[in-house]
């Protein structure tokens, strides 16, 4: 049965009714690196035997730069969506784009075909929130890397006793949501190293707070999204 949000993560805005960005429940999104071809391929049969419609493959800025050779993996392993990693400014969405128009043109893919997801992990990534607002239409979800910021920021650690996310944390978190809000995409809670109570508490929170999806990286998380959503 194929998931209400993780539907939407995939087409265009204008096919949304008004005020459906986000979901009632929570969404399981998997992330792989770009490995080689046949891994991917296996990593993608395995979750589609789980029931998992989307797939993201890292692609990563550096220097401003992004290399072809990742996004063209990336379209040939079948990814729903490409996960820009970095400091994602609107500048690097329209240049990933133009790159995923080229390697779906090679890949004899259908033009658009490929969503990208951008990932915030630095504090000047959440200064360019605004900047990716309606900067391409190949704009599918917002997430955050709570792990890449918390070193960023110089947080010494994630959550307090009590299990709260550390206040910049939690405002960065709060951003995402936000600016995903006004692009009218769905907003993607971050990964995680836990595959235990953490985890389950981080996926009541983000359904709580609104967030459409959860990005899973075990097939151990994927189990617990699905016991969180029944």
């Known amino acids: 049965m194929v998931n209400p949000a993780l539907t939407r993560l995939g087409e265009p805005k204008s096919a949304r009714p008004s ?5 009632r429940g929570l969404a399981a999104v998997a992330t792989f690196p770009t490995r080689d071809a046949d891994g991917l391929l296996a990593a993608e049969a ?3 035997e789980a029931g ?28 729903q969506a490409a996960l820009l990693r970095g400091v994602p400014t609107g500048a690097d969405l329209g240049h990933l784009a133009a790159l995923l128009a080229v390697a779906e043109a090679r890949a004899g893919c259908m033009e658009g075909a490929t969503r990208i997801v951008a990932e915030v992990t630095t ?9 990716l607002v309606g900067a391409t239409p190949r704009l599918g979800g917002l997430s955050w890397d709570a792990e ?6 110089g947080v010494t650690v994630l959550r307090d006793a009590e299990g709260r996310l550390l206040p910049p944390l939690a405002q960065a978190r709060s951003l995402v949501l936000i600016a995903a809000a ?27 707070d609104g967030f459409t999806a959860k990005l899973v ?11 969180i959503t029944g």
Do not use: K, Y
């Open 182 to 208: 006004a692009a009218g995409v769905p907003a993607i809670d971050t990964s995680s190293a836990d595959e235990g109570e953490v985890f389950r508490q981080e996926c009541r929170e983000a359904l709580r």
């Open 52 to 79: 998992v419609e989307t797939l993201l493959i890292p692609v990563t800025v550096v220097a401003g730069e992004i290399a072809l050779a990742e996004v063209e993996r990336c379209v040939a392993a079948g990814a």
């Open 123 to 131: 504090a000047r990534g959440l200064l360019e929130l605004r900047s």
């Open 19 to 23: 005020g459906t960005a986000r979901g």
């Open 217 to 227: 990286t075990t097939m151990e998380q994927l189990r617990i999204v699905r016991e």
């Open 148 to 153: 890449a910021l918390r070193e960023n920021l």
């Open 46 to 48: 395995t979750l589609a």
